[in-house]
């Protein structure tokens, strides 16, 4: 079965510091990958995705991640955190098992920075 | 126009009442979704539409209802609801399912509330 795991509840960072939001991957076949941010009382934006070729992949709002796959993860990476990059973050891969038409979520991972 | 809006913002509703909720999005996409998303937790698929066609229920009772009137409206007929249906419901587009994996556009939700 396709499934991605958020390891953290939460993540605390300071302002300036890097951050990262872990994600691990277990899949059949190629991954595809994606990170959403959610902020309060908000739906969820898209910030990137994977599908093939250069493991780091660049989005929205200087956000990157880093696919690896010897160790099926898919962290999300930021080099100095904002606080307004405070939200919950889900990592996301999408089910080919249902012919790519449903996403699996993670549980999420909330994250704070502090001023 | 990247905008997927949902309205009414929120709703309260007694167990008894009929109400609707209304998605639209003017981008061209061909595969919209139904979410429930309970705080602090991942979104919970209910319903993908493709092409205006139903193709996926994830097992939702009968009192949700869900409707694609044409490609750029989904709407959500609920009735005789329960208070632990209470929850953000939310909506989402994509340029098509399967294929190329395409990322979710969400709408910002609305907030159910049955008393």
């Known amino acids: 079965a396709q499934s991605v795991a958020q390891p953290e509840d939460q993540v605390n960072v300071a302002e300036g510091n890097p951050l990262t939001v872990k994600c691990t991957y277990s899949?059949?076949?190629?991954?595809?990958l994606f990170w959403y941010v959610q902020y309060p009382n908000r739906g969820l934006q898209f910030l990137l995705k994977?599908?093939?070729?250069?493991?780091l992949v660049k989005g929205s709002y200087g956000f990157e991640a880093e696919f690896n796959k010897s160790q099926t993860s898919f962290h999300l990476k930021k080099p100095s955190a904002l606080v307004s990059d405070s939200a919950l973050y889900f990592c996301?891969?999408?089910?080919?098992?249902?012919?790519?038409?449903?996403?699996?979520f993670g549980a999420g991972t909330r994250l704070f920075v502090k001023a | 126009d990247t905008e997927v809006t949902q309205t009414p913002k929120h709703l309260v509703m007694g167990m008894t009442n009929k109400k609707s909720l209304k998605c639209e999005q003017h981008?061209?996409?061909?595969?919209m979704y139904w979410y429930k998303q309970k705080a602090k937790k991942p979104p919970e698929l209910m319903f993908v539409?493709?092409?205006?066609?139903?193709?996926i229920n994830e097992s939702v009772p009968s009192r949700f209802s869900p409707e694609c009137p044409n490609s750029s409206l989904l709407n959500l007929h609920l009735h005789a609801l329960q208070p632990e249906d209470s929850a953000l419901y939310l909506c989402?587009?994509?340029?098509?399912?399967?294929?190329?994996?395409?990322?979710?556009?969400f709408g910002p939700g609305t907030r159910l509330t049955v008393t």
């Open positions: 989402a587009s994509s340029p098509r399912l399967g294929g190329e994996p395409y990322e979710q556009y």
């Open positions: 981008m061209g996409h061909r595969a």
């Open positions: 539409y493709s092409y205006e066609k139903l193709s």
């Open positions: 994977y599908i093939t070729g250069d493991n």
């Open positions: 899949v059949s076949g190629n991954p595809y």
């Open positions: 996301a891969v999408r089910d080919i098992n249902t012919g790519g038409f449903k996403t699996i």
